[in-house]
Antibody, heavy 115, light 111 residues
Framework: EVQLVESGGGLVQPGGSLRLSCAAS????????MHWVRQAPGKGLVWVSR????????SYADSVKGRFTISRDNAENTLYLQMNSLRAEDTAVYYC????????WGQGTMVTVSS | DIVMTQTPLSSPVTLGQPASISCRSS???????????LSWLQQRPGQPPRLLIY???NRFSGVPDRFSGSGAGTDFTLKISRVEAEDVGVYYC????????FGQGTKVEIK
């Protein structure tokens, strides 16, 4: 079965860091661009970041630029999102999604930034 | 950035009746390669989003044929021919011109 499974979410204080992981199974990650999308409680979807298939090119939303870093380990079939200098407004469910078609989504991992 | 505007934001429908959601982009979504990268996603309560339609009108694998997409340029529509109980949720349009942006979402509920 083709699926994505996120992990690494949790409660963190403002200014803290977290690293999210997105493990792919049922397909080879290396063939796809990958994205992170977030959804604040009760709100809509917001694109966060994207990485190309070999990791040589990345893009970020202005709201996270300079604080978040997307990366991937194709050998481990895993996508990552390193989140530093976290703010209350980063509180959201974070989803990874496959390709520019966003055809496969993970179930999401909750990140709560609060003191 | 391209702004995606959906109407209505809420759509109460009777089971078995049709539903329609409109999505307008702030600029043309026609890519230089000739394709239009407009997709529709469904998010059922408590679930992650799911791809329904890509490139305006192509149903993704496993999507029932009661879902259809149409449109061109800046105006797009998602139609559900006969709403079923499992269709309750929030529907998002999204465009895949960088940076990727989503509509605000339209909540479909049963009357």
């Amino acid at each position: 079965e083709v699926q994505l499974v996120e992990s690494g979410g949790g409660l963190v204080q403002p200014g803290g860091s977290l690293r999210l992981s997105c493990a792919a199974s049922g397909f080879t990650l290396r063939g796809y661009w990958m994205h992170w999308v977030r959804q604040a409680p009760g709100k809509g979807l917001v694109w966060v970041s994207r990485i190309n298939s070999d990791g040589s090119s990345t893009s970020y939303a202005d709201s996270v630029k300079g604080r978040f870093t997307i990366s991937r380990d194709n050998a481990e079939n895993t996508l990552y999102l390193q989140m530093n200098s976290l703010r209350a407004e980063d509180t959201a469910v974070y989803y990874c999604a496959r390709s520019d078609a966003f055809d496969i989504w993970g179930q999401g991992t909750m990140v709560t930034v609060s003191s | 950035d391209i702004v995606m505007t959906q109407t209505p934001l809420s759509s109460p429908v009777t089971l078995g009746q049709p539903a329609s959601i409109s999505c307008r982009s702030s600029q043309s979504l026609v890519h230089s390669d000739g394709n239009t990268y407009l997709s529709w996603l469904q998010q059922r309560p408590g679930q992650p989003p799911r791809l329904l339609i890509y490139k305006i009108s192509n149903r993704f694998s496993g999507v029932p044929d009661r879902f259809s997409g149409s449109g061109a340029g800046t105006d797009f529509t998602l139609k559900i021919s006969r709403v079923e109980a499992e269709d309750v949720g929030v529907y998002y349009c999204m465009q895949a011109t960088r940076p990727w942006t989503f509509g605000q979402g339209t909540k479909v509920e049963i009357k």
